[in-house]
């Protein structure tokens, strides 16, 4: 018998052997039903984290800017504090497309780790930061839009990853927990935002860094990419040309709720015309780079879906209802409600956030229930009556007294929440279950542009509203409401000239308007007895009341619409739509 020498492998087919056992291994852990839960709760701990940083700064604000020393409602820095709000949300609604096609290209996965990762590391720069004045909130915003990267690339691929995971007849119930959590987090931040912020405003920044360590190694170690890879090139002036285009139009509704020369708003600055203008027209030829390239980065033809494209309208316009309430619920809440009922204005942020649970509560009742139910009987028949709820909810705020009972009020957030919720977790079920596996990520990205870019356009034209309406009868009113009181005439007048947006900007950030508006020289020409009382709890919030009524009118009749026609676009999706497998076409059957 001869014997033979045993020669060990080669190097490279150990290497492939380890690799393959790795894969079984994964294999193994993701045919387990716990995986899937696994992956709920870690791409859900992502998203919530990722959204609740979009509106954490908002009731932050004040305790930041006095923290680096900026006075935000300074003309000069006006521009400085919109960015430090809206930066994280422009770079969001940009990128979650081209990271969603990525994570179809190179794994869903690896593109959501990563995200975990970039979120935690900009957020402890944002926490250490040193400067001071301006130059300290130029590096924020820095920090904020890059902080926005990692939160885009979480936002652009956790669904693509939950869709993967979980069987069509379970992905309503773990898509509807994963959106809830997503829009329940821009109400959380809130009052994260609030209690954090007078305590220490870096602790604004730092309390995503435990967060984001932990998600970043549980989704390094648990995770695996199950979905299917769809190879391709990257569509790089599909990319640019998109960037530049949404970009543009954002910059110009940003500075279009600004003053420009001698009027309220900036809708006439030639540099705000151009940046719509050009914005626009460089989309429009983005879409005609779509049609030419043979792997676009927007997929137009999965447009021709037709509950795909009805799902994304009606999501666009729950949105722009959504966002835009949120800031009119700010203002009402902390310039006019809580002063008159006893609150100083330094405390009014918090409060505001407090009071707005109920709508959180809604989200929170109703998002999984209707995601577990539309498991059943489809996405159709809840996302229409959720947004019919949520349209009526509008109506009964926009009847209460601006000087309401709380109970009332409270009741009208609830059904708010209630309407959204329901709507919310199977619409985006729907979305997803519509795609083909190959185009989850891209999908998923699309859909995300859509409700990340309504946030931002939802301020622009809620703010523009409330400005127009206020426009009309504010500037006299507080004129008369100032000389009645001692001021003098002209220097009443020199405050009522002045736009409405400082208005606005006061009440959201938490100062005392008049005080601000007057500014001190002035106060203290008069006597003690009537400067307690103009910058007292009283006075403004009862001298705006009504100018602020006839802001709300136009903008609540705004949301009902876009309610309705969310409503609409819904009944009009068709019945149940699924892809259940890589090799399978699409169902579609009335149910």
Known sequence: MTVREVRPLPRRATLSTRAAARARRAAIRTASPHYRWIVLSNTTLGVLMASI???????????????????????????????????????????????????????????????????????????????????????????RILQGVGGAMLMANSNAIITDAFPVHRRGLALGLNQVAGIAGSFLGLIIGGLLGPVDWRLVFLV?????????????????????????????????????????????????????????MGWTNPAVLAALGGGILTLVVFCVIETRVAEPMFHLALFRIRAFTAGNLASLLSSLGRGGLMFVLIIWLQGIWLPRHGYDFASTPLWAGIYML?????????????????????????????????????????????????????????????????FAAPNRAGIMNSLPPGERGVGAGMSTVFQNAAMVLSIGVFFSLMITGLARSLPETLSAGLVAHGVPAAAAAKVAALPPVSVLFASLLGYNPVQTLLGPDVLAQLPASSAAYLT????????????????????????????????????????????????????????
């Open 53 to 143: 940083n979009a509106s954490i700064l908002l009731i932050a604000l004040p305790d930041i800017f006095r923290g680096i020393g900026v006075d935000p409602l300074e003309p000069g820095n006006t521009s400085l504090m919109l960015w430090l709000i809206m930066g994280y949300m422009v770079v969001t609604a940009v990128l979650v497309v081209g990271f969603g096609r990525l994570g179809d290209m190179y794994g869903r996965v690896r593109m959501y780790n990563a995200g975990f990762a970039v979120f935690t590391v900009f957020s402890i720069l944002l926490a250490a930061t040193w400067m001071h004045g301006p130059a300290a909130a130029v590096f924020m915003i820095v920090m």
């Open 358 to 422: 109920p709508l959180t509560v809604g989200f929170l009742i109703a998002g999984p229930v209707s995601g577990w139910l539309s498991d059943r009987f489809g996405a159709r028949t809840f996302a229409t009556g959720g947004m019919l709820v949520a349209a009526l909810s509008f109506v009964w705020l926009l009847v209460l007294p601006v000087d309401f009972t709380y109970p009332p009020f409270a009741a009208a957030l609830l059904v708010n929440g209630l309407g959204m919720g329901v």
């Open 536 to 591: 007292g709890r009283g006075f403004f919030p009862a001298l705006i009341s009504q100018p602020f009524a006839d802001g709300l009118t136009v903008a609540f009749a705004f949301a009902i619409t876009a309610c309705v026609v969310a409503a609409i676009a819904s009944a009009l999706r068709g019945g149940k739509y699924a892809y259940d497998e890589p090799t399978s076409p699409p169902r579609s059957g009335m149910r």
């Open 208 to 264: 995503s860094v435990p967060v984001g360590i932990a998600g970043t190694v549980w989704a390094y170690v648990s995770l695996h990419d199950t979905g299917v890879r769809r190879r391709a090139r990257m569509d790089w002036w599909g990319n640019l040309t998109f960037a530049v285009g949404l970009i543009a139009v954002l910059v110009g509704i940003t500075y279009g709720i600004q003053p420009y020369g001698g009027h309220t």
